[in-house]
Structures are given as C-alpha cells and as structure tokens.
C-alpha cells in the first residue's frame, strides 16, 4: 500500500473476539502512539469506518469535522494530517481496518484510495482461507470426537458396569484401540488449528475422553495427581499408538530431540522405567484413553 499507494504510513489491527480491536501493524511511523491503540466503533476515522463498513478519507485529520477526535493526541503525536481508512470485510462482517496516512494536508485521490482497497482485499482472501481451515479443523475434531463416542458406547453396549467402573481391554480390545486412535487424531490436531479458542476446546474434549475412557469421570478425583503439559500427553498419546519418536515428532511438528525431551519428563513425573510403562500409568491416571 505504501509502494503502489504513495503513502509513507500505513497500519492497522483485526478484531480479537471484542467489540474493539487493537492497531498492531505499522510501517512508516517514527513514534509508537498509535501501536496498542483501541479502535471502539463510532470513535475517530477507524471507529467511523467500523460503523459505516465503507472506506472514508479526510484531508486533515485534526480539522476534519467528518469523524470525532477521541484519538488526536496518538494522531498528533505521529504528525499525521491527511488519512484514509478502508475496512477488512470477511463472510460479511468487518474484521479490521486498514491506514494510509501522509504527514501533509492533502486530499487523497483514487491512486491512494485504491491501493488500501486492494490491500483490503488481499487480507480478506487470507483470512477468508484462515477461516475456512478453522471451520475445517473443527469440523474434522468433532467428526472424531463422535466416532470416539460411538466407539465407546459400541464397546459397552449389552455389557452393564458400575458407573465408576473403569473399562477395561476385555470390554472390547479393538474398539478401544480405535478410540485411542482417535484421540490421538484429535491432540494432533488441536496444535495445527490456529485459533486458541478452539484448540482449547479440542483438549479439553480429549481430556474428557481420556477420563471417560479410564474411569475417572467427573465422579471421582484422579488417585495420582500427575499432572502432564498438553505437549507431553501429546507425545504419550503418540507412543501408544506405536509411533516411533521420530514419527511422533513428524506427526507433531517436533523435533525428535523435543519428543525424548517430553517422554523423558513425562517417565519421570509418573514414575515409569520404561516408555511403555509410562503410557500404562498415563492410562492409571485418566491422562490417556
């Protein structure tokens, strides 16, 4: 936008789950009042721009009588004058905004206008292509935990328990092997979803399986109180699958230096002598299905 633009200043910010979002992205500036800025709707040229989902420019930023002037001080204190402000729109919704500013008092024409437009446009394919990998991973972690469900119950049905009784290999052997496999699918693929919100509630659906499936449900504390980091249950859940530590690291992202590093830590704190014995132990403690 700066290159194709002519415009020697440019930032912006996306929305992070608030009715606000946060100016992150700049280039041009020789000051950091505008870096962190909360840009509310209504408020200042971005806010306006919020509201109305169209670009708008002025000529002079602290004479302009077209936006209010909530944020002057950041805006003075940058020397910017002449701004425009065009909105990232994803699936019908503004995400963001982008800046283009000149330190003089002039009226922007099409050149200026329409670059940020382009710019805009190139940022909403990519995050139109964030969004649909988003849905898609999450689709793909509730299609495993489903089967993981059905699996479970395909295991149990015709055979009653008590409801803390833990399920054991004579259940069904094959069955729970597939629900492992499934829940080692899901850890795999909770690190590869890039939204926090959503990787959060894939564990915490393995964390539920994991418990369901060794009996340590919500009626009952877990005996050991071994405590695991995400990283190591996800190298465990990998070793009980039979995976090598170099293709626990490929499936992982993880160096194999990282996946001896998490086992070797993970041994120790359940007590294990062997990488086999601390999956058994995992299994004990409700870490693993």
């Known amino acids: 936008m700066r290159r194709r633009g002519g415009l020697p200043v440019a930032f912006g910010g996306l929305f992070s789950g608030a009715r606000q979002f946060r100016i992150s992205e700049l280039t041009g500036t020789t000051t950091n009042s505008l870096r962190g800025l909360a840009i509310t709707p209504g408020n200042g040229l971005g806010g306006k721009v919020l509201t109305m989902s169209r670009p708008i420019s002025v000529a002079d930023y602290p004479t302009s009588r077209a936006i209010s002037h909530e944020y002057d001080a950041a805006v003075g204190a940058e020397g910017l004058r002449s701004m425009l402000a065009v909105p990232v ?14 330190r003089q008092p002039l009226v922007l024409g099409d050149r200026a206008l329409g670059s940020a437009v382009e710019a805009a446009r190139e940022l909403e394919r990519a995050l139109e292509h964030e969004l649909a990998q988003e849905l898609a991973a999450r689709d793909e972690a509730q299609r495993l935990l489903a089967e993981a469900r059905q699996r479970r119950l395909r295991g149990l049905r015709g055979q009653p328990q008590p409801q803390w009784a833990p399920p054991t290999e004579e259940t069904d052997p094959a069955v729970w092997e597939e629900v492992r496999e499934a829940h080692g699918d899901l850890r795999a693929l909770a690190h590869r979803v890039p939204d926090p919100q959503l990787r959060a509630e894939i564990l915490t659906a393995c964390g539920r399986l994991a418990r369901a499936s060794s009996g340590h449900g919500r009626e009952r504390e877990r005996p050991s109180g071994v405590e695991l980091s995400p990283r190591e249950v996800d190298v465990l859940a990998c070793v009980a699958s039979g995976a090598t530590n170099s293709a626990a690291a490929e499936r992982l992202g993880l160096r194999p230096e990282t996946v001896k590093s998490y086992l070797r830590s993970s041994m ?6 062997t990488r086999l014995h601390a999956v058994v132990e995992a299994r004990r403690a409700g870490l693993l299905p």
């Open 89 to 102: 729109v994803v699936r019908g919704q503004v995400r963001g905004v982008l800046y283009g500013a000149l």
């Open 268 to 273: 120790r704190k359940l007590g294990a002598r």
